[in-house]
């Protein structure tokens, strides 16, 4: 029987995803979230606690303080937004009116219950018969194939520091030249990586618009040329503003525009509006550590913290405020999945986008802000356990030689899909960075205990509170298959 046919499988599934969509009590109907009522951005510590820890600043905390700062490493910013934008966005977000084939949002594969990613190594895009539900409990549509690359988790993507978006940074702004799949085709009204970003997943024919045949269900997004974005756009917008509540909400939150120049690009402008405020946590002990707070963090996880910037070389590629240089690396990740090269059936990263055989297999460094909520982990979600990226990263070689799909991929329809023999390993390890560090067994517990303090407090409630009530067209995701 077939894993996505298979019920047992998908119910043993959920019983180790459900803390992560249930950890909080019970599932709001109405969201609790607007842009004037953010959960606040300062630590929860009493007055008097803060100030007993300024009082006992060790020497070691300064000593990490000094070493945060000398890497260029400071609480994370999260730039304010015009709440009309932000409360437009919340909406968009959540409606599946945007997918060509109306069972596809924003949320679906960044869905606040699955912590702004999916729980799962490759995405089930448009098509699914799995409307309204998220996850696990996704099942992919007849004829259909894995989205080639992992959902990322979508946190403090609004801050000022970022300059490119997507594992291959198709979507960069860096060096003030903005670059993008539409080149000369992006509205000059969007000036931000994220508010770009957002032009493009419903673009993607496995993503949200749909493929040729779904133009005889009365998808008529599907029809138009992959690169002819503008028509794309165009026909998308034209929905929404088909809905009055809409139209009357882009006419109030864009008066400065005539309404015959209102485009998606103002849609996209709304849903980074939203992302920015509601997935800009700053709160974690990590950046309350930042800020002075010196209790905010365990011994453990300072243990970490001077591993991570130290004998461990996180800080080579995971540095700045952002923990990403936002460069590209070749790790040696296994190849999973359909690919993204139609001649080769693999995903050759960077290369794909620079044409340059220095960045074959290369991907864009992650951030780690709430990494410890946001796995299957890698761009294709290789590794279920951080514990093995850990692993993976000190010896990529060793790693990727004994790696073993069964072990890791909670998708079993993957596991057909890699490809993992000593002919491609020879091949991605040619240009793979060299890495061999030895850590022992608690060095590494510390190393984890790190990465937990870069985790929001009380993250899965107040992710929660970001599901609306309903959306406008009545196609609200909530993830409940409800």
Aim: proline share 6%.
């Amino acid at each position: 029987m077939p894993f996505h046919h298979s019920a047992l499988l998908r119910a043993l599934l959920a019983i180790v995803v459900l803390p992560v969509f249930c950890s909080a009590q019970g599932f709001s109907r109405k969201s609790s979230w607007s842009s004037s009522n953010k959960w606040s951005s300062s630590n929860k510590w009493s007055s008097a606690n803060q100030q007993k820890s300024q009082r006992q600043v060790s020497n070691g905390d300064a000593e990490l303080l000094d070493l945060l700062r000398s890497n260029g490493v400071e609480a994370i910013d999260t730039p304010e937004q015009d709440p009309k934008h932000a409360a437009l966005g919340n909406l968009l977000f959540f409606d599946r009116l945007i997918c060509g084939n109306n069972d596809t949002a924003c949320a679906t594969c960044h869905h606040p219950l699955t912590s702004t990613s999916d729980t799962l190594s490759l995405g089930v895009g448009t098509g699914s018969p799995s409307k309204n539900e998220v996850g696990v409990f996704r099942v992919m549509g007849e004829g259909r194939e894995f989205v080639p690359r992992t959902s990322p988790d979508i946190f403090n993507r609004g801050s000022a520091h970022w300059t490119s978006m997507f594992w291959d940074s198709r979507v960069s702004t860096a060096g003030g030249v903005t670059t993008s799949p539409a080149g000369a085709a992006l509205p000059s009204e969007l000036v931000k990586p994220l508010q770009i970003q957002a032009m493009f997943p419903p673009t993607s024919r496995g993503e949200m618009r749909g493929s040729h045949e779904d133009v005889f269900n009365g998808n008529e997004v599907a029809a138009f040329a992959d690169d002819d974005f503008a028509g794309i756009w165009e026909a998308l917008f034209a929905r929404v503003m088909d809905n009055d509540i809409y139209r009357a909400m882009f006419l109030d939150a864009f008066p400065e525009v005539d309404e015959a120049d209102l485009g998606f690009q103002h849609a996209a402008i709304a849903l980074a509006a939203f992302e920015t405020e509601a997935f800009g946590m700053n709160d974690s002990p990590f950046d309350e550590f930042l800020r002075g707070n010196t209790q905010a963090m365990s011994r453990a996880a300072k243990r970490g913290a001077f591993l991570f910037y130290g004998k461990a070389g996180c800080v080579d590629c995971h540095s700045g405020t952002l923990l990403t240089d936002q460069l590209h690396h070749n790790l040696a990740v296994p190849q999973i999945g359909p690919g993204k090269n139609p001649l080769t059936g693999l995903d050759h990263g960077r290369m794909g986008i620079t044409a340059d055989p220095a960045d074959e297999f290369a991907f864009r460094t992650p951030p780690l802000r709430n990494v410890t909520a946001t796995g299957p982990w890698m761009h294709n979600g290789a590794f279920s356990s951080l514990e093995d990226v850990i692993e993976h990263h000190l010896d990529p070689k060793e790693s990727l030689r004994d790696y073993r799909a069964r072990l890791q991929l909670v998708q079993p329809d993957l596991i057909s899909t890699v490809v993992n023999g000593r002919t491609m390993q020879d091949w991605m390890l040619d240009t793979a960075e060299e890495v061999d560090v030895e850590l022992s067994k608690r060095e590494k517990s510390d190393l984890i205990e790190f990465l937990h303090s870069l985790t929001a407090p009380d993250l899965a409630a107040r992710l929660q509170a970001l599901i609306p009530a309903s959306v406008p067209s009545g196609m609200l995701e909530n993830g409940l298959g409800e």
